[in-house]
């Protein structure tokens, strides 16, 4: 009771940051040309700074041990999502660009800006760690797998261009592998005494936290405002964008953790109560902002895309704190 509590508060205080993004849209504080130097603003520097200090202050050999597991876990999650988008899509008679778009909503949660605040007030640096090595499975599957799908199979842009331009991407790489090579990393930017080169590393690390501590409301005040434009582009086709959401919030997240249970059961692995509950949230996610760009660069239907958003998103304050509290009674 106390996790769906949490997650209740959690999600609630994020969605009052959105609403505040959605209000300074609307009064046309936030423009869409500076909501999308926000967006980028968080892409490109914010939240490599956030990946880079919290895998430098997080990972250790044994906790990579255990955590090898989770980029695949983001691989296969969004792969069953995407079966499941792909097997409710002709229920619909949808069009062929549409029915590729309903399943690429279902299969791409907003896996790190949402559960990511989430995960810290539960469980602290093994939840956020938990997130972050998820998004680094979950970003290379979405520019392989996900644009595929989304484009039906056709050829189209290089995708490993993209994969070798991602900040989060090297941030990972690069904070993992510092961790690992030098243990003593970790507590940078918590003790500012010792040598000259030490106290440099310090003020990096620090200045770096404080730039990657901007990402949730930095991300959060985007979404509202992207959200703004979406609920004016709202369409009357409720049995469709209720299915996305079934399908997002509901069915995907039970097929998954019932397979993860599976898994763990068969293989004898044992997980703890902070990873078993933070896969549960991240794969109980609504549909990912960045959904509309992809969207739209990649031949998708971006009115479903954006329509599909803000439902989901409204829906998963009821959604998300009745899986945590459901999965807590499995644990």
């Keep these: 009771m106390v996790e769906s509590q949490v997650v209740l508060q959690k999600i609630g205080m994020m969605f009052l940051v959105m609403v505040a993004g959605w209000w300074a849209a609307r009064r046309s504080y936030l423009t869409p040309a500076v909501t999308r130097g926000m967006g980028l603003l968080v892409v490109q520097l914010t939240f490599p700074a956030l990946i880079f200090v919290q895998m430098t202050g997080t990972v250790t050999p044994t906790a990579l041990g255990r955590g090898w597991w989770i980029p695949l876990f983001a691989f296969a999650s969004i792969a069953i999502a995407a079966a499941i988008g792909k097997g409710m899509a002709p229920l619909f008679k949808l069009t062929d660009t549409r029915a590729r778009t309903f399943a690429f909503l279902v299969a791409v949660p907003n896996w790190v800006f949402l559960p990511l605040p989430i995960a810290d007030g539960l469980y602290g640096s093994e939840g956020v760690r938990f997130v972050l090595l998820f998004n680094f499975g979950a970003q290379i599957v979405l ?41 003593g990393a970790a507590r940078l930017g918590h003790s500012p005494q010792g040598t000259a ?10 200045a770096l936290k404080m730039i990657g501590d901007l990402t949730i409301p930095l991300s959060l005040l985007a979404t509202g405002a992207q959200l703004a434009g979406i609920a004016k582009a709202g369409s ?25 249970k599976g898994a763990v059961f068969l293989t004898g692995v044992t ?35 954006a329509s599909s958003i803000f439902s989901s998103t409204l829906l998963s304050l009821v959604t998300v704190p009745i899986t945590v509290l459901i999965c807590h009674g499995l644990t």
């Design 271 to 305: 997980l703890t109560e902070a990873e078993f509950i933070t896969a549960a949230i991240v794969v109980s996610m609504p549909v990912a902002i960045s959904c509309t760009l992809f969207s739209e660069r990649f031949d998708g239907d971006t009115e479903l895309s």
């Design 143 to 183: 520019w392989t797998l996900g644009i595929r799908l989304l484009q039906g199979g056709k050829p189209g842009e290089p995708v490993w261009r993209a994969l070798l331009g991602n900040a989060g991407i090297w941030a990972t790489l690069g904070g993992v592998t510092l961790a690992l090579v030098w243990p």
């Design 197 to 206: 080169l030490w106290i440099l590393g310090d003020g990096i690390t620090a």
């Design 236 to 260: 009357n086709e409720w049995k469709i964008l209720s299915a996305i959401s079934f399908g997002r919030l509901v069915l995907s997240p039970a097929v998954t953790i019932i397979l993860l």
